[in-house]
């Protein structure tokens, strides 16, 4: 079974700080992904990565980046936090490119 | 401009009856179809997929069917269980071959199917 691991269920932290989010996957997958999630919204591209070291803008990038300097392991990092960015955060990896994605549990990160 | 819609935010079932959740979308582009089941505080699962070179999935008590001509699709549970409550998503990709968006899957709002017993 694919498993995607994520750093932390729970988060809080306050406005202005810097935030990191980790995502583990342990089934050798080219491609990982950043979502966020928010109610009437969906699942919103955040950044991805098809290759170590190589990342790629999704659809709401702004205040966000992220890295990848293992195959499996991709970074979420918030520059200066704030509200807005407060959200359900979902890693997702998968094996080929546009095909089924497998998602960790979510990080709930609430900004004050 | 939202290229894949679930226009209905919920829907209510009895417990044995069919459910049946619907997707449309405007990119002809899209080849791959898929849908993934969410529970409250938990990440997505994915539940079936589909290719554009077919019209119907099935697997088990769940089915997808896909008009690309009405560049729609629709998954139907039957029979519905108290257990498939849940948010279901619909997404899309293009072509899979290597470069920028083609890895990306493109998600509707999603639908909130409740299963009453």
């Known amino acids: 079974d694919v498993k995607v691991t994520q750093s932390s269920r729970y988060l809080v932290k306050r406005t202005g700080e810097k935030v990191f989010l980790e995502c583990v996957q342990d089934?050798?997958?080219?491609?990982m992904f950043w979502y966020r999630q928010d109610p009437g919204l969906g699942l919103r591209l955040i950044y991805f990565?098809?290759?170590?070291?190589?990342?790629e803008k999704g659809d709401i990038p702004e205040g966000y980046s992220v890295s990848r300097e293992k195959k499996e392991r991709f970074s979420l990092i918030l520059e200066s936090a704030s509200t807005n960015q407060t959200s359900m955060y979902l890693c997702?990896?998968?094996?080929?490119?546009?095909?089924?994605?497998?998602f960790g549990p979510g990080t709930r990160l609430t900004v004050t | 401009d939202q290229q894949v819609k679930q226009n209905s935010p919920s829907l209510s079932v009895q417990e044995g009856r069919i459910s049946i959740l619907n997707c449309d979308y405007t990119?002809?582009?899209?080849?791959?179809f898929l849908w993934y089941k969410k529970y409250p505080a938990e990440g997505p699962t994915f539940l079936i997929s589909?290719?554009?070179?077919?019209d119907k999935n099935e697997d088990g008590r769940f089915t997808v069917f896909l008009n690309k001509s009405a560049k729609h699709l629709s998954l139907h549970i039957v029979p519905s269980q108290p257990g498939d409550s849940a948010v279901y998503f619909c997404?899309?990709?293009?072509?899979?071959?290597?470069?920028?968006?083609?890895?990306?899957?493109?998600f509707g709002k999603g639908t909130l199917l409740t299963v009453n017993p």
């Open positions: 997702a990896s998968s094996l080929s490119a546009g095909h089924e994605q497998y």
């Open positions: 089934m050798d997958h080219e491609n």
């Open positions: 990565s098809y290759d170590v070291k190589m990342k």
């Open positions: 990119n002809s582009m899209f080849d791959y």
């Open positions: 589909i290719s554009s070179i077919k």
């Open positions: 997404a899309a990709s293009g072509p899979g071959y290597s470069g920028g968006s083609n890895y990306k899957l493109t």
